[in-house]
């Protein structure tokens, strides 16, 4: 009688714990309840992505001053030297006015060209 009863327990409680189990289960899958997890997620990982962005730029500023020190692009200005701006583009020479065209407008067009689409 006792060796019916323990088997009865034992299989009732493996029912209520199989149960429990699969309903869980059913929960975790649910599409609400995957639609949370989706979210935390997204979430997590925009953290993550702006802890890595700030380390890059932490990395970045730091490498920066590393090579403004090592190139002497931090030393104070001297303010008696006098600046020298340069162009992209320079005159043609000295009878090159302002109002005149730069020269690499005035080149004469070249139909050699074998880059051209034919």
Do not use: C, I, K, W
């Given at each position: 009688m006792f060796r019916r009863t323990f088997w009865f327990t034992a299989g009732a409680a493996a029912g209520v714990w199989a149960t429990t189990k699969v309903n869980r289960k059913i929960k975790r899958l649910s599409p609400e309840s995957l639609a949370?997890?989706?979210?935390?997620k997204a979430i997590e990982t925009g953290h993550r992505l702006k802890d890595f962005a700030l380390d890059v730029r932490?990395?970045?500023?730091?490498?920066?001053?590393?090579?403004?020190?090592?190139?002497?692009?931090?030393?104070?200005?001297?303010?008696?030297?006098?600046?020298?701006?340069?162009?992209?583009?320079?005159?043609?020479?000295?009878?090159?006015r302002a109002d005149e065209a730069p020269l690499?407008?005035?080149?004469?067009?070249?139909?050699?060209?074998r880059n051209e689409d034919h």
């Open positions: 949370a997890q989706a979210a935390d932490e990395g970045m500023v730091r490498r920066e001053a590393e090579l403004g020190g090592a190139l002497g692009l931090d030393a104070p200005v001297d303010p008696e030297l006098p600046v020298r701006r340069h162009r992209a583009v320079e005159a043609a020479g000295p009878e090159h690499y407008r005035t080149l004469p067009y070249n139909s050699n060209n």
